[in-house]
């Protein structure tokens, strides 16, 4: 039994570890990020849905503020139904090579 909790304890540390090592790539962001131009990338943009709201510009934010933003967005504590549904639509290593680009755009 106590193998069991010790192997089920490597398990979960080994599954952290993965998970803490996502590192952003802004090359593998650039066919990632054609559905953020469409709002993000439109100097002075306004939205309509579901109300009309300014669009901010993402290029030069932090890649950490970024990565923060769309986990928000995924787990709903951000709410706007556009971005809920792209951010759910996006994997771990996406976010972070988004982020990674959009913090090297000026």
């Known amino acids: 039994m106590k193998k069991l909790f010790a192997l089920l304890a490597l398990a979960g ?7 803490a090592e996502v590192v ?3 090359k593998a ?15 002075g943009y306004k939205a309509t849905f579901p109300e009309v709201y ?9 890649e950490k503020y970024i990565v923060s933003a769309l ?3 995924k787990k709903g504590d ?15 290593q996406d976010i972070a090579d ?3 680009y959009y913090s090297q755009q000026k």
């Open 13 to 19: 540390v080994a599954n952290f570890a993965a998970a």
């Open 24 to 26: 952003g790539d802004a």
């Open 29 to 43: 962001a650039v066919n990632k990020v054609a559905m953020c131009i469409g709002c993000h990338g439109i100097p």
């Open 54 to 62: 300014q669009v901010p510009m993402i290029g030069g934010q932090s």
């Open 71 to 73: 986990n928000a967005y």
């Open 78 to 92: 951000r709410n706007h139904p556009s971005m809920r549904g792209i951010a759910t639509s996006m994997s771990d």
């Open 98 to 100: 988004v982020a990674a």
